[in-house]
C-alpha cells in the first residue's frame, strides 16, 4: 500500500516538473533573443506597410516613387518619401545634428504626417510599431555609432511662457521675422513664397520650398510647442535651420506667436 | 430778467429754423446739375471764336436735359451734367465737360443710344450719388468701371467683331472661359458640370444674390466677381473653386463672366456682323470640360481643394489598361462618392458626339501593347481572404471603406461600372506616374490569386448584397456551361 502510494508521489512530482519546464523552455527562449525577434517582426510590418514607399533598403526609393500635391493656392509639390538610410532626420525633440528618441519617431509613425500624405498608423499594436523603430535603426550605421552620445543629445525641455500669442509678442516676433529674415523662404505673408523660395533644396540636392503658412497644418502639428520645437531643433536635412544659438529662448517664442499668427490660429 | 431769457431764446431759435428754410430753398432752386450747365455756358462763351458761336451759346436754355428710348425702357438724364459728351470743342475740357473719350459715339450717337446702357448707373437720378450709384447707394448696377466696360458691348456685338474692333479684352476673357475649363464645373445654357453655379444671367443679377459679407472695398458685383477669381474662399469660405490667374487675366475673365445677362436687347440695336462657332475639336473639349480639374492628366495629384486624390486619366498605364466604351461610359455617368460629373446630354449636356471627341483625344497616345489579359472570371474568388489583404496591402491609401478622400492617396474605388478584370489589371500592373504600384509578381509579389480575392472584396464593397449574389451565380453558371 505504502510503495504504491510512494511510487504515485513520484509520478506526479515528475509530470509536474515536466509541464513546469514546458511552460518555461519558451519563456527563457525568448528573453534571450528578444532583440532578435523585434527586428524580424519590424521587418515584417516594415515590408508590408513601409517599404512601398520608403523602399526596401529604407532609401526612399520605393515602388510608388514620388507624391504629387496641389495646394489650395495652385501650387504643386513633389514630395519624396525620407530616405531613412541617412539617419537625417526632420521632427526630432533633439538638438540639431542629433539622431531622434525613440518617441520622436513612435509619434510619427502613429500618427503620420497628415500634410504628405504619410499615413498614420495607430490602428497597429503598439508592439508592432516599436519593431518598426527597431528595424529602421538598422538602415543606418550612425544609430550604432551614435549611441554614447547620449548627454548631448537629451529632448530640449519646452516650457511655454503664459504670454506666447498675445498681441504684444506678435508685434516683437513680427520684428524678428523680418530682422532674421525668415521672409526671404516664407515670404512676407508667410505663404511660403519669398524671393530665395525658388531655389530652396533639400541636402540631397532635391527642389524643397519652404511651408506656406496660410495652407494647412504644420507636418508636425500646429501646436505652439511643436513649433518651438522646430525654431529650436531645426528640421534637418531641409532648409529650415536651428536657432537655438542664434536666438534666445524668449525670442524663439515670440517667433512662435508671430507663425500663429501668420497660420491665422491667432487673430 | 426770465421773460427776456426765453425770448432772446425764441430769436434765436427762429433764426436758425429760418437759416435750415433758406438753405433747403437754395438747394432746390441751385441743384448741382444747374451749377453744372451754367459753368457749361461760361464755358462755351468764354471760349466762342467769333460772334455766331458766342450768340447761340447765350441763348443756351438751362434746364433738365433727358434721352427718352422707347425700345430699352429707358430714360437717361445723364447729360443734364454732361453736357459736352458730343463736343469735339471738348476734348481737353474736366469732367463732367469732357468729351466722350475715343470715337465710339460716332456710331452710338447719345440720342439713339442714351448712356445707361453701356455705362450703367442710375438714369433717372438728378445728382451725382444716384447717378452713378457708387459707394452706399442702393443701385444695383452702379457705373461700370472702365477694366471691365467692355462687358457691355457684348449686349449687341458678337466677340469675333469685337475681338478686332474695340473690345478686346471681352474677347480675351471668352477665349480664357474657355482655355481655363470654366464650365467643368459651372453650366452656361444648360451645359456644363454641376460643382459649381450655373452663371446664367449671372451679369444682370442683384447685388442682394451675392455674399458681400467679405468683399473688400465698395459692394458691387463686380467687386465681387473679381475679389473672388483672386481667393474664391476667401469671399465664400466653403467654395470649391480653383482659381489661379493673373491680375489681367482675373480683370479680362470678369469683364467676360459680367456679359451673361439675362434680359436681350431689342433687334434693332444688335449688330452681329459674323457668327463663330467655338472651336469643337476634342484639345479644346477637353479644355472646356476636363482641364480644370485633371490637368495635364499624366500624374494623379493630392487636391488639397477637393480634399481627395485627382486620378490621371491621360497617363499610358491607364490607357493601356481600358477601353473607350468603359471609359465613355465613366464620362457620361460620372462616378458616384467623386468630384467626376455625369456628362451625358440630359446632365451636364455633352452630346455623344462630344463626348467621342474628348475620348479620341485622351486616348490619342495609347500605348500600342496591349496588358496581357488577367482572366478574372477563370478563377475561383474568396472575398473573406481578399478582406484580409485589404485591410493590409489597401486600406492605407484607399481607406477602410474604399472610398478614398481626404489625407489618403488612393482614389475611390466603389463604382459599379468598374469591370473586375479592368481593376484585377490595374492591381497587378500598376498606374506608372501615379502612386498605385504593380502588385503583381513585377512590383509587390502578390499571387494572381491574392489579387483575384482582392478585387472580389473591393466588388462586394461596391455591390449590394443582392447584386454580388447574382453576378457570382452569373459566372458560376458561365464556368458550368465551359
Given at each position: 500500500m505504502g510503495g504504491c502510494r510512494k511510487r504515485y508521489k513520484i509520478i506526479v512530482l515528475i509530470l509536474n516538473i515536466l509541464i513546469l519546464s514546458l511552460v518555461f523552455v519558451p519563456l527563457t527562449h525568448a528573453e534571450e533573443d528578444i532583440h532578435e525577434t523585434d527586428i524580424e517582426l519590424g521587418k515584417k510590418v516594415y515590408n508590408i506597410r513601409c517599404e512601398i514607399c520608403h523602399g526596401s533598403?529604407?532609401?526612399?526609393?520605393g515602388l510608388v516613387g514620388v507624391i504629387r500635391r496641389v495646394e489650395k493656392s495652385g501650387r504643386e509639390q513633389v514630395i519624396y518619401p525620407w530616405d531613412l538610410t541617412q539617419g537625417v532626420f526632420r521632427f526630432r525633440t533633439t538638438p540639431s545634428g542629433c539622431l531622434p528618441d525613440e518617441e520622436d519617431l513612435l509619434g510619427i509613425i502613429s500618427n503620420g504626417i497628415p500634410i504628405s500624405l504619410m499615413p498614420s498608423h495607430k490602428h497597429i499594436p503598439l508592439k508592432e510599431r516599436n519593431a518598426i523603430i527597431k528595424y529602421m535603426k538598422t538602415f543606418s550605421d550612425r544609430w550604432e555609432e551614435e549611441e554614447e552620445e547620449e548627454e548631448f543629445c537629451q529632448p530640449i525641455t519646452v516650457k511655454k511662457p503664459e504670454w506666447v500669442g498675445s498681441p504684444f509678442s506678435v508685434i516683437k516676433g513680427e520684428t524678428l521675422y523680418k530682422k532674421m529674415k525668415c521672409w526671404e523662404c516664407h515670404g512676407h505673408e508667410g505663404k511660403g513664397d519669398g524671393p530665395k523660395a525658388k531655389d530652396l533644396k533639400d541636402d540631397w540636392g532635391r527642389i524643397m520650398p519652404p511651408f506656406d503658412f496660410t495652407s494647412g497644418e504644420l507636418k508636425r502639428g500646429s501646436s505652439p510647442e511643436s513649433i518651438y520645437i522646430t525654431f529650436t531643433t531645426g528640421l534637418d536635412g531641409t532648409g529650415m535651420p536651428s536657432y537655438e544659438d542664434a536666438l534666445k529662448e524668449e525670442d524663439r517664442w515670440y517667433l512662435v506667436s508671430y507663425t500663429l499668427k501668420l497660420m491665422k490660429k491667432i487673430k | 430778467m426770465h421773460s427776456k431769457f426765453y425770448l432772446s431764446l425764441l430769436l434765436i431759435?427762429?433764426?436758425?429754423?429760418?437759416?435750415?428754410?433758406?438753405?433747403?430753398?437754395?438747394?432746390?432752386?441751385?441743384?448741382?446739375?444747374?451749377?453744372?450747365?451754367?459753368?457749361?455756358?461760361?464755358?462755351?462763351?468764354?471760349n466762342a471764336t467769333d460772334e455766331a458761336t458766342r450768340e447761340r451759346a447765350e441763348k443756351i436754355e438751362i434746364g433738365m436735359q433727358q434721352i427718352y428710348l422707347r425700345d430699352l425702357k429707358k430714360a437717361d438724364r445723364c447729360t443734364s451734367c454732361h453736357q459736352?459728351?458730343?463736343?469735339?470743342?471738348?476734348?481737353?475740357?474736366?469732367?463732367?465737360?469732357?468729351?466722350?473719350?475715343?470715337?465710339?459715339l460716332e456710331n452710338h450717337p447719345v440720342a439713339e443710344f442714351?448712356?445707361?446702357?453701356?455705362?450703367?448707373?442710375?438714369?433717372?437720378?438728378?445728382?451725382?450719388?444716384?447717378?452713378?450709384?457708387?459707394?452706399?447707394?442702393?443701385?444695383?448696377?452702379?457705373?461700370?468701371?472702365?477694366?471691365?466696360?467692355?462687358?457691355?458691348?457684348?449686349?449687341?456685338?458678337?466677340?469675333?467683331?469685337?475681338?478686332?474692333?474695340?473690345?478686346?479684352?471681352v474677347a480675351k476673357g471668352e477665349a480664357l472661359f474657355r482655355e481655363k475649363g470654366c464650365m467643368g464645373c459651372h453650366k452656361l445654357n444648360g451645359v456644363g458640370g454641376d460643382l459649381g453655379k450655373t452663371l446664367d444671367g449671372l451679369g444682370s443679377k442683384a447685388r442682394a444674390y451675392f455674399p458681400m459679407k467679405y468683399v473688400v472695398g465698395d459692394r458691387t458685383i463686380y467687386n465681387w466677381i473679381r475679389q473672388h477669381f483672386d481667393d474664391p474662399r476667401k469671399i465664400v469660405s466653403e467654395s470649391e473653386m480653383r482659381s489661379f490667374l493673373t491680375e489681367e487675366e482675373a480683370d479680362f475673365l470678369t469683364t467676360y463672366v459680367l456679359t451673361f445677362r439675362s434680359e436681350q436687347m431689342p433687334r434693332?440695336?444688335?449688330?452681329?456682323?459674323?457668327?463663330?462657332?467655338?472651336?469643337?475639336?476634342?484639345?479644346?473639349?477637353?479644355?472646356?470640360?476636363?482641364?480644370a480639374c485633371h490637368?495635364?492628366?499624366?500624374?494623379?495629384?493630392?487636391?488639397?481643394?477637393?480634399?481627395?486624390?485627382?486620378?490621371?486619366?491621360?497617363?499610358?498605364?491607364?490607357?493601356r489598361t481600358i477601353d473607350d466604351s468603359h471609359i465613355k461610359k465613366i464620362v457620361k455617368e460620372g462616378r458616384?462618392?467623386?468630384?467626376?460629373?455625369?456628362?451625358?446630354?440630359?446632365?451636364?449636356?455633352?452630346?455623344?458626339?462630344?463626348?467621342?471627341?474628348?475620348?479620341?483625344?485622351?486616348?490619342?497616345?495609347?500605348?500600342?501593347?496591349?496588358?496581357?489579359?488577367?482572366?478574372?472570371?477563370?478563377?475561383?474568388?474568396?472575398?473573406?481572404?481578399?478582406?484580409?489583404?485589404?485591410?493590409?496591402?489597401?486600406?492605407?491609401?484607399h481607406g477602410e471603406d474604399g472610398k478614398g478622400g481626404e489625407r489618403l492617396l488612393g482614389i475611390n474605388l466603389r463604382s459599379k461600372d468598374d469591370d473586375p478584370e479592368f481593376v484585377a489589371l490595374t492591381v497587378r500592373e500598376g498606374r506608372e506616374g501615379t502612386p498605385m504600384v504593380p502588385f503583381g509578381k513585377k512590383g509587390v509579389g502578390l499571387e494572381d490569386q491574392d489579387i483575384v480575392d482582392i478585387v472580389a472584396y473591393v466588388r462586394t464593397l461596391s455591390l449590394s448584397q443582392r447584386e454580388w449574389t447574382s453576378e457570382k451565380k452569373r459566372g458560376e453558371e458561365k464556368d458550368g456551361r465551359m
Open positions: 533598403k529604407g532609401d526612399g526609393k | 431759435s427762429a433764426l436758425v429754423l429760418f437759416a435750415f428754410i433758406a438753405i433747403a430753398t437754395y438747394n432746390e432752386l441751385a441743384p448741382e446739375w444747374k451749377r453744372y450747365q451754367t459753368e457749361y455756358k461760361d464755358l462755351l462763351i468764354k459736352g459728351v458730343e463736343n469735339p470743342l471738348m476734348t481737353d475740357a474736366e469732367i463732367p465737360f469732357k468729351k466722350h473719350s475715343a470715337d465710339y442714351g448712356c445707361t446702357v453701356c455705362h450703367y448707373g442710375q438714369g433717372r437720378a438728378m445728382n451725382i450719388k444716384e447717378a452713378h450709384g457708387e459707394e452706399h447707394a442702393h443701385w444695383d448696377f452702379p457705373i461700370i468701371p472702365t477694366k471691365y466696360i467692355q462687358s457691355t458691348c457684348a449686349q449687341c456685338h458678337d466677340f469675333e467683331m469685337l475681338k478686332q474692333e474695340g473690345g478686346e479684352n434693332n440695336y444688335t449688330l452681329i456682323k459674323n457668327i463663330v462657332i467655338p472651336k469643337t475639336d476634342g484639345e479644346s473639349l477637353y479644355k472646356m470640360y476636363c482641364v490637368a495635364e492628366g499624366k500624374y494623379s495629384v493630392y487636391d488639397e481643394i477637393f480634399k481627395r486624390t485627382i486620378p490621371a486619366i491621360m497617363n499610358p498605364a491607364f490607357l458616384t462618392g467623386t468630384h467626376m460629373t455625369a456628362w451625358k446630354v440630359d446632365a451636364a449636356g455633352l452630346t455623344d458626339e462630344e463626348i467621342n471627341k474628348i475620348i479620341n483625344y485622351i486616348t490619342m497616345n495609347r500605348p500600342e501593347e496591349k496588358p496581357e489579359p488577367f482572366g478574372f472570371s477563370g478563377f475561383k474568388n474568396d472575398p473573406k481572404h481578399g478582406e484580409e489583404l485589404y485591410k493590409v496591402r489597401c486600406a492605407l491609401c
